[in-house]
């Protein structure tokens, strides 16, 4: 409390100790002014002269006279501005005056700008400056917006409409007294030369070199060595507020300059630009344009990347549609990091889908032909709808351009292949293997006969067998063949499948049946028993050296030699002769999934086939020669390989 109480002594100390005729204000807060009428400082430390009241008059006087020289002299400059009530038309105007008293006894509204009576003469002792924004032909006004020199009376000695020199254009320019906006009058009188300068300028420009209105007058017997300075206004018909923003009154030279920054705010007008934001602000407009279109770029970029395809007819498969968005979240964008392997239809992704936290596989095939697409999603879809603890759950797909997106449930053991034949897993025992042989063969019985139609799965092999947590084998990529067979023409038949796996039949018709999938089941049985791949370089195949095993009555000697003696007999005998069986190279003798999953169940027992008469069948070798002139490519590495055969040798015939 007392502090504010010492500045406020201090400073009004300041604005007082000057009588001997120096004063400044920057805004009229905690100033000691005389005023009169409806004068008032408000607020925000404006020096308003008048409001919208109709017929007022407000006067405002510095409160000490002041000691004029023989010959007066003196300097002033202050910023109004006059708001009009309505636009065009506003109160009469503003006078800076210098008056023998500051209540100007008698003196009227309107076009006398409270500052002079009817009868005003030179006893008045009144010079003024008018700002008159009424045309008045009574004191012969020039126009309704003009700056006029008056002394001991209204019919001015001098007068100019308003107007100042633009110094950025060169150029003289009109100035609307009742715009609302601010502006500098300077007021100049040395009565060594009679000199009396007036001149106005928006706040933009400093003071002027020449004077708007100048005029040389004997001031001497008007100015009496004590006199007011202040402000008069006044409103008639027309109203508008007529404020005072800042004012220094010098006696002795110039004026001192006004401080415009710190000048209070008018009300209505926007807050006050500091040097520094008119500077910031457009670096900052720059700055957000800048970011902004950084954001525009970053954005499209990223929904370029994110795009997907979707037409109309995928609105029916809705439920099974993720957003590629989603999976490429699920897979930090198909980082190398959760690349799980490279398979023969595409690489295959580990994910986590972010809302429910399910763990997923995704399988990225690249697929630039959309002919027959449609068929194809509404089929993967359908199979979709298969559910059997042997599969793996399609959980649904998503389009690209020329990038097709199988969703899976993730395996957390992989595939089959990779515990088979990489050396750096752990072998299955043998309880293990023929657990997972039961899974496969009872996923591949559903597949053919579980379901409302027969579902071929073209490609039977360890590589497809995935194992879960708890080592259950599932089939996957059931139905992905046939991804292949659309969109072929007839010029070209695709086999597909992979080498070894392939019955001999198909060369011939090229039609996979379930006759080929337990073909291919076969290789797969002798496969997980033995521990080799059907088809490998510089080596009998495998179907023939179980078969010399088996003629040799020494069929166990087949076995994968890291099972050791760890095993059951029975159950590998029965695998390996089951095995052999399946391969039978007649479609009609192998024997089907019903009939396999009981033989391995131990419902039904096996055919009686003796080895000589597979051996007599096999002999015949009919198969071989016909896979002779394909380009054949081995399984070498877990990674399948898949052959992609056109061969217009079998044109035609599908
Ligand atoms: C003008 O000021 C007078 C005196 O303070 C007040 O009575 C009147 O309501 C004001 N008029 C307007 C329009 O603000
Ligand atoms: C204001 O000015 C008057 C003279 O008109 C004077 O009597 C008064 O003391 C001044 N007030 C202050 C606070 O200086
Ligand atoms: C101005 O007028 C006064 C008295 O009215 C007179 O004494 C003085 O000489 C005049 N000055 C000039 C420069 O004419
Ligand atoms: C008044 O101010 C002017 C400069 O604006 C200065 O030259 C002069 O000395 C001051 N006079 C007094 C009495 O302070």
Not at 450 to 471: C, F, P, T, Y
Not at 602 to 618: E, K, Q, Y
Not at 637 to 653: C, D, I, Y
């Amino acid at each position: 409390m007392l502090l504010p109480g010492i500045l406020t002594v201090i400073l009004l100390a300041e604005l007082v100790a000057s009588s001997d005729g120096n004063f400044t204000f920057n805004g009229f807060s905690g100033a000691n002014l005389t005023l009169n009428g409806l004068a008032a400082i408000t607020s925000e430390g404006l020096l308003r002269l008048t409001n919208d009241t109709q017929q007022v008059i407000g006067h405002a006087f510095y409160p000490f006279q002041l000691p004029f020289g023989k010959p007066p002299s003196f300097s002033t400059t202050f910023v109004f501005a006059i708001k009009p009530s309505f636009p065009h038309t506003s109160g009469h105007g503003i006078a800076f005056a210098l008056s023998p008293s500051t209540e100007l006894r008698g003196s009227l509204p309107s076009q006398h700008l409270g500052l002079f009576t009817d009868t005003s003469s030179a006893r008045d002792h009144i010079v003024a400056v008018e700002l008159d924004t009424v045309k008045n032909v009574e004191f012969k006004d020039i126009n309704n917006n003009h700056v006029g020199i008056d002394v001991n009376g209204l019919v001015s000695v001098n007068s100019t409409p308003a107007a100042y020199f633009d110094t950025k254009e060169g150029v003289v320019k009109e100035l609307q007294l009742i715009s609302g906006e601010p502006m500098q009058v300077w007021v100049d009188y040395s009565g060594e030369d009679m000199r009396f300068d007036v001149a106005v300028a928006p706040l933009s420009e400093s003071k002027p070199k020449t004077p708007l209105v100048s005029s040389r007058i004997n001031l001497s017997s008007v100015i009496s060595d004590k006199m007011y300075v202040g402000f008069s206004s006044s409103t008639g018909a027309a109203t508008g507020s007529h404020y005072i923003l800042g004012w220094s009154f010098s006696l002795d030279g110039d004026a001192p300059p006004l401080d415009l920054t710190v000048l209070p705010r008018l009300p209505g007008s926007p807050k006050k630009k500091s040097v520094v934001l008119a500077i910031s602000l457009p670096v900052a407009a720059v700055l957000l344009l800048v970011v902004a279109t950084v954001i525009v770029v970053v954005f499209l970029r990223r929904r370029r990347k994110l795009a997907e395809l979707l037409e109309d007819w995928e609105h029916e498969f809705g439920p099974h549609r993720f957003h590629y968005k989603d999976l490429y979240r699920a897979t930090k964008g198909f980082d190398d990091e959760t690349l799980l392997g490279a398979g023969g239809f595409g690489r295959v992704y580990r994910g986590v889908l972010s809302k429910s936290k399910i763990e997923i596989a995704v399988k990225k095939i690249s697929h630039e032909s959309r002919q027959g697409m449609r068929e194809f999603i509404s089929e993967i879809v359908s199979m979709g709808r298969l559910r059997h603890r042997n599969l793996v759950q399609l959980l649904g797909y998503c389009r690209r351009r020329g990038e097709l997106l199988l969703v899976y449930d993730y395996m957390a053991n992989g595939s089959l292949d990779r515990f088979l034949f990489d050396g750096n897993q752990p072998p299955l025992n043998w309880s293990q293997r023929f657990h997972i042989i039961k899974g496969v063969a009872a996923g591949l019985l559903y597949l053919h006969e579980g379901w409302e139609q027969v579902v071929i799965h073209r490609d039977i092999k360890a590589g497809n067998v995935l194992l879960d947590s708890e080592l259950n084998g599932k089939l996957g990529d059931f139905g992905l063949a046939r991804l292949y067979d659309h969109g072929t023409n007839s010029q070209t038949t695709h086999i597909v499948g992979t080498l070894g796996y392939l019955a001999p039949e198909l060369s011939r018709t090229g039609k996979a049946t379930t006759h080929t999938d337990v073909y291919a089941f076969g290789a797969f049985l002798l496969e997980v028993a033995s521990g080799k791949r059907p088809l490998q370089l510089d080596a009998p195949g495998l179907v023939d050296f179980v078969l010399e095993c088996w003629k040799m009555s020494t069929i166990l000697e087949a076995r994968d030699p890291k099972l050791g003696d760890e095993y059951a007999a029975k159950e590998m005998e029965l695998v390996l002769q089951l095995g052999l069986l399946c391969s039978h190279p007649d479609p009609m003798a192998r024997p089907s999934m019903k009939q396999v999953v009981q033989i391995l169940e131990g419902d039904a027992s096996l055919p009686t086939v003796s080895a000589d008469g597979m051996i007599s069948c096999l002999s015949a070798r009919q198969y071989d020669e016909s896979f002779d002139h394909l380009v054949l490519s081995y399984p070498s590495s877990s990674a399948a390989t898949h052959v992609l055969r056109s061969s217009p040798f079998f044109s035609g015939t599908r």
